[in-house]
């Protein structure tokens, strides 16, 4: 057997295979005579068929089981024996077997790229300063006393407001697009919400009971139909009845609803101090996110097309299942499933290069963990709930690969904090980030 290999890229190998006459023909052979104990042939009894009409009659099949065989012999030894490990199923091409000729075939592989940490000291970040906002507090309470509003019967001459919850019927269509026709009765839509494609919630303000009209669309960048973005849409659509909400008065009685509070100004002053909580925290996230960012420019890597698709599949599970608790899907955002990967390849791709430099850095540092840092991790999932911390350490404690999952998570969180306790931080105000990295 003859074995060469040929460096594609960084992550990708062609494996090329050339088996000896020889071995094929004895593999043919083998094959040949297994078929022939077990082949029924009219006028023959059970494995008595001359082996000429064997060869006539199942060349095809003897192909397919004899280069099934020589892949399982060849490929992994040649594998093995060149220190070859893939990160996915090879794709295999061949040339055609035929009996007194050596076969040829190659395997192209994916691997892990070599890994040279050349910079991840002193990088160069950017953090946003945290400023308080009584707004944004005000904003919140606003949003609480919208959940607690009493839905009401619109009056019959009303016209539809942001904020309403119409019934329609209707209609939609794409001009030269005829699969792209959809039909609707009896819709649910909370106008304003934005939860539909863009235009169409806008449209029906001012609309009436009973009122019928035509609401174009633009198809935006995204839809699931990728032929059809930037085209017009048309919703013809029918008002059927709606509802308006009916708020509660902001009172020390609506404070009560929402736990331990005697008075309105109590539940502000709590909410101000879960507000800096959560905002310091996400402006914390976002330094991670950013140092992690920065060692990925500092240190370009190819990765394996492999884990990025696995990484994007995740994702979007990841999306679906956060979606459904909303009772929405990725169709009503103008996605799907090809949509999204196309979108969102290259943050994906950044997330796998971002984990494997980490996991460079904890090797070059010979970072660690100890019991006690698993015993934090634990406490923090469980939330402070000492119930839920027993379940917590027996589950991690009895599944191995989960409890392996969580240490390296603990040792890539441990290898951001290495970054940042090096990293030139440069505090700044939030409009002086770029929107795709607020």
């Known amino acids: 057997m003859q074995v060469h290999v040929e460096e594609i890229s960084p992550v990708k190998k062609r494996v090329n295979i050339e088996v000896p006459a020889e071995q094929v023909n004895a593999e043919i052979e083998k094959v040949y005579a297994g078929i022939q104990k077990k082949a029924k042939l009219q006028g023959f009894r059970p494995g008595k068929a001359p082996m000429q009409l064997i060869k006539r009659t199942y ?27 893939p990160v996915d199923s090879p794709t295999v091409e061949s040339d055609i077997l035929q009996q007194g000729e050596p076969f040829k075939f190659s395997a192209l592989v994916e691997v892990l790229p070599e890994i ?23 904003a919140e309470i606003k949003r609480m006393q919208e959940n607690m509003a009493q839905l009401v019967p619109m009056k019959e001459d009303a016209s539809v407001e942001n904020g309403n919850i119409v019934t329609v019927d209707y209609t939609f269509s794409v001009d030269g697009f005829p699969n792209e026709t959809s039909i609707a009765e009896d819709a649910q839509i909370e106008v304003g919400a934005n939860r539909l494609l863009p235009g169409f919630e806008e449209g029906l303000i001012g609309m009436k009971f009973g009122e019928t009209k035509d609401i174009p669309v633009t198809l935006p960048v995204g839809y699931r139909l ?4 930037g085209k017009e849409g048309v919703f013809h659509v029918t008002v059927k009845e709606g509802k308006c909400k009916e708020l ?70 990841n999306l679906k299942n956060r979606l459904q608790g909303q009772h929405m899907s990725i169709e009503m955002m103008g996605l799907d499933d090809n949509g999204f990967r196309e979108r969102f390849r290259d943050a994906a791709a950044d997330k796998v ?11 070059k540092e010979n970072i660690t963990i100890a019991d006690e840092d698993l015993a934090k991790r634990y406490e923090l999932i469980a939330a402070g709930n000492p119930d839920m911390l027993n379940r917590v350490k027996e589950y991690y404690e009895t599944n191995r690969n989960f409890k392996s999952s969580l240490i390296a ?20 105000d939030a409009s002086e980030l770029k929107p795709a990295e607020a």
Do not use: C
């Open 59 to 85: 060349s095809d099949t003897m192909r397919d089981e004899v280069m099934r065989s020589i892949y399982q012999q060849t490929l992994f030894k040649a594998l093995g024996e060149h220190k070859i490990e």
């Open 116 to 138: 040279l940490l050349d910079e991840y000291t002193g990088l160069e970040v950017k953090k946003e300063i945290y400023v308080p906002n009584p707004d944004s507090i005000e």
């Open 226 to 229: 990728a032929e059809a973005v």
């Open 248 to 317: 509660p008065e902001l009172d020390d009685e609506f404070a009560r609803q929402f736990g331990d509070y005697e008075s309105m100004e109590q539940l502000r002053a709590k909410m101000t101090e879960f507000r800096e909580k959560h905002e310091t925290d996400r402006i914390q996230g976002e330094l991670k996110d950013r140092i992690v960012q920065a060692l990925i420019d500092k240190n370009p890597l190819e990765v394996p097309d492999a884990l990025v698709k696995r990484q994007l599949d995740a994702m979007l599970e």
């Open 353 to 363: 290069r971002g984990g494997m430099l980490l996991m460079a850095l904890v090797t």
């Open 409 to 428: 998570e603990i040792k890539e969180d441990k290898a951001i904090d290495f970054l940042l306790s090096s990293a030139v931080i440069t505090e700044v």
